[in-house]
Structure formats: C-alpha cells, structure tokens
C-alpha cells in the first residue's frame, strides 16, 4: 500500500451536522450500537436491550415502518415510548420526475443542521432489466470543481448524515414498493424480478470520501444481512480521487470502488478533475493497486467521461491501457451529458465506439453508458439541487434590492 492511512486533511474534516432544537433524534441511520445506546437513554432494561435493538432494526430496515406504532411484536407501552422519544420520519420529497425512460429523480429536502436553511439534493433511480440501481447523495453541493460537472458549480453547503443517506434508500423503496406489503405504482420501470433496488451507487452529489464516517454507517447499515441486506458487491462507492481514503474505504467499508478519472494526462486532469492537483494520476493509480481485495472477480470502475476533442482521442485510449495495466479494472465510458451553460461536447458516436474498441482488445471490459434521463437532468454530472439556485435567486432580490437603494 503506498498511501498513506492518515485522516483526513483539515479542509476535509467531518462534520456532524447538529439537530435543530425541538427535532427529535431518528433511530434511522444509527448503528446497532447507536440505536442500543438511544434506548440506554430513555431507560430501557440493559437485559432488553439487546433484544430490543434487533426488533427495531428488523422493522425499520427489512419491513419499512415508519411509525413506531406499527412495531407489533413490541409491547404497546414501549412502543409509545419509543414514539414519544424518537422519529422514523423520511426526508420530505419535494419533487418526483419520471423520465421517459422510465428513470426517477426524487428531490429531497433536510433540516438545515447547521446549513442556516433547509437543504435539498437529487436521488435518481436507474432500472434495467436485472436490476434497479440508486445513485445517492453524499453531500449537499460539492467542494470539488469537476469543470464538466453540474454537481460542481453548486458550492458545498454541508455533508448528509448517515440517517440522511440512508434516507435516500429507504424513499427510493417507499416509492417503488419495494418493501413486504408494499405496492409497486402502476406502471413504473422497475425489473421484472428480484429487488427493486438491487444496487446502490454512491454517485449523485457530492465526494463520498469527503464524509467518510457517515458514508461508512450508511452503508454498512445498507449492506447489513438482516436489514436492507445489499450485498457489498452490489455497493459501489464512487471517488474523483481522494487517495488518502480509498484504503481505509477498502478496509472499513469494503464495498466496489469506481473511479472517476476522465483523463490520461496529469495536465488535462487538473482541468477536469481538480483535485487531481493534489493526487495526481500516478499516486491516484497505486492507491488503486493496493485497494483490499482487489482481484478480477472484484475489479476496480474507471469512469470516463466522453468529451469530444479533448479527452477521446486515440492515443488517450491507448494511454488509458497502458496506466491502467495491472490493475483488474472496468472501464465505463459515459458519453458527455450537457446541461445549461455549459462548454463541453459529447464526443461522436464513431469516436466513441473506436475508443471503446481499443480498450476493449487490451482485454478490458469497456461498456458505453447508455445516458439515462436525460430528459430530466438526471444523468450523471447533472444533478444540481435548489438549495444552489435559491441562492441565486436570493442575491438577484438582493442585488435588485441595493440598485433601488442606489437610485
Ligand atoms: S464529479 Fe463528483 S466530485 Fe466532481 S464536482 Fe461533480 S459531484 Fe463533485
């Protein structure tokens, strides 16, 4: 392992966020322990404890509940006990867009925990015939500055708790009923069999490794056997590159690892991927070479994004195999989806194809993402929420409000 395990930097410290006065805590997104400790509080025997902890746990996150009232096997006076103390309430939806194609994008609003307002991010689901895969948020905006990213130009307003991730899952199940007594809405995309949510990528808004402890609780709350019960090879974390915690993601957490990397060369990369500037691509690469359990049953995802005339060219391709050689890896090609205001280009079709074909011959699986919801700004690298553009909604009042003054 050649990076370093140190902790975060300081810009990069994790923050939890505070609950608002009056907010009750939610048992949602607290590990076993967390929840047992919860129950301490509100004096639970300590001989219950334990047995208490493993039927709340089996209600919230294998039947769904959302009320403590529906926790039949616990006594009706702990039950209200429980309510008096605790919520099992879901982020409010704001919106629900269907796209053509059958993707969904819900956007969900939080308690501002310190952000001064409310805040809002995007959760988008994905079906396809095996399988129906959430893209989740990690953060409120995003402090990276991916120059191809929309995600990018909405600044950092704060991280989401693990309960405020895992509360993405447990919406995305409510909507598509994907819980037991449940109803699937008529006519929704899902796949024709198995789960709903077969998968989860840590892919919508936000750097993952920027709020490692509460990405790590949520998903291992995700991929506990007797709740949620993803497997962790259905779990893929998704990093621009922060090297000094992908092994610690690797060990603590364990779940796929994917990569954005969108260049070869360390000078395009600091454009398309700032952060590169800091871990450049070769030390990006040998922390990729040492990610626990590396093996080609358990290959790393490149994420490439196509853009036409800057990063697609031939010689790339051939680049992109030879940095890559050694490391059991896929490599997802994403042809460039626009949004408002933005430079970039899609590559052509034929460009994208031959790329494709080079990296495929060097035995590397090289699928060309198929842009889903488009439609409705739901595709990757287009997830923007209001919390961004209230804001500049606020300083045109404001800046309209001082014109006035200055008449
Ligand atoms: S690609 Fe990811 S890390 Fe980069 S700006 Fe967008 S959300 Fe942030």
Redesign the pocket.
Known sequence: MTAPLAAAPAAEAIQKPPRGAGEKPSLVGLSRAGIGAELAAIGVEPKQIRMRTAQIWNWIYARGVTDFGDMLNVSKDMRATLADAFTLARPEIVAEQVSEDGTRKWLMRFPPRGAGRPVEIETVYIPEIGRGTLCVSSQVG?T???SF?H??TQKLVRNLTAEEIVGQILVARDRLGDFPDKSTPVGAAVPSEGRLVSNIVMMG???PLYNFDNVKEALLIASDGEGLSLSKRRITLST?GVVPMIPRAGEEIGSMLAI?LHAVRDDLRDIL?PLNKKYPIAELLDACRAYPGLSNARRITFEYVMLKDINDSAADARELVRLLRGIPAKINLIPFNPWPGVNYQCSDWETIEAFSDIVNRAGYASPIRTPRGRDILAAC?QLKSESERMRARERLALEAMMADSED
Do not use: A
Request: hydrophobic share 20%; charged share 5%.
């Open positions: 995003c990276l500055t991916c990213c995600t990018g808004m936000g750097e621009s954005s991927v690298g």
